[in-house]
Antibody
Framework: QVQLVQSGAEVKKPGASVKVSCKAS????????ISWVRQAPGQGLEWMGW????????NYAQKLQGRVTMTTDTSTSTAYMELRSLRSDDTAVYYC???????????WGQGTLVTVSS | EIVLTQSPATLSLSPGERATLSCRAS??????LAWYQQKPGQAPRLLIY???NRATGIPARFSGSGSGTDFTLTISSLEPEDFAVYYC??????FGQGTKLEIK
């Protein structure tokens, strides 16, 4: 069965960086891209971007361009999302997700809480 | 950039009642729209994709309709476990702000 298992919660200071991992299992990793979606406390869902696990192509949300980098390690079937120059409004639960029906997110990681606080 | 507007923001109903949730797009998205359910502390769950197709394992009481700019998620008879927040999504990168379905 498809599983996406994310790394644990992080607490960071403003201006720091965070790197969240998402380890995939149960399917051929390079056959699907991985998207990242975040959710600030009490707020809605925000798409952050997507990476092809096949060739590393990326597509980032415009508002995060320059601060976010998504990568994959095909040897370990793991996707990574790094966010730099953290601000308090980056405090959120970060999810990785994989499509099943064409760009709709059927499989989700359990979420990683990133708290940005001085 | 497409904007999705969901209404109402909160819907108060009783178990057994019919729920109708709306999602309006600022421009046509054809049928490329999905609905998700999210419960507190959980990741979202895909219910409907391409406006009207139920995802694997989703009960038949959930149905979706619409095309172009106006879409509806209908829950025919509410079960206690259906009370949650519902989001629409224009694939892959735009979500609505959510409708909270609460117990009356």
């Amino acid at each position: 069965q498809v599983q996406l298992v994310q790394s644990g919660a992080e607490v960071k200071k403003p201006g720091a960086s965070v790197k969240v991992s998402c380890k995939a299992s149960g399917y051929t990793f390079t056959s699907y891209g991985i998207s990242w979606v975040r959710q600030a406390p009490g707020q809605g869902l925000e798409w952050m971007g997507w990476i092809s696990a096949y060739n590393g192509n990326t597509n980032y949300a415009q508002k995060l361009q320059g601060r976010v980098t998504m990568t994959t390690d095909t040897s370990t079937s793991t996707a990574y999302m790094e966010l730099r120059s953290l601000r308090s409004d980056d405090t959120a639960v970060y999810y990785c997700a994989r499509e099943k029906y064409g760009d709709y997110f059927y499989y989700w990681g359990q979420g990683t809480l990133v708290t940005v606080s001085s | 950039e497409i904007v999705l507007t969901q209404s109402p923001a909160t819907l108060s109903l009783s178990p057994g009642e019919r729920a109708t949730l709306s999602c309006r797009a600022s421009q046509s998205v054809s049928s490329y729209l999905a609905w998700y359910q999210q419960k507190p502390g959980q990741a979202p769950r895909l219910l409907i994709y391409d406006a009207s197709n139920r995802a694997t394992g989703i009960p038949a009481r959930f149905s979706g309709s619409g095309s172009g700019t106006d879409f509806t998620l209908t829950i025919s008879s509410l079960e206690p476990e259906d009370f949650a927040v519902y989001y629409c999504q224009q694939r892959p990168n735009t979500f609505g702000q959510g409708t909270k379905l609460e117990i009356k």
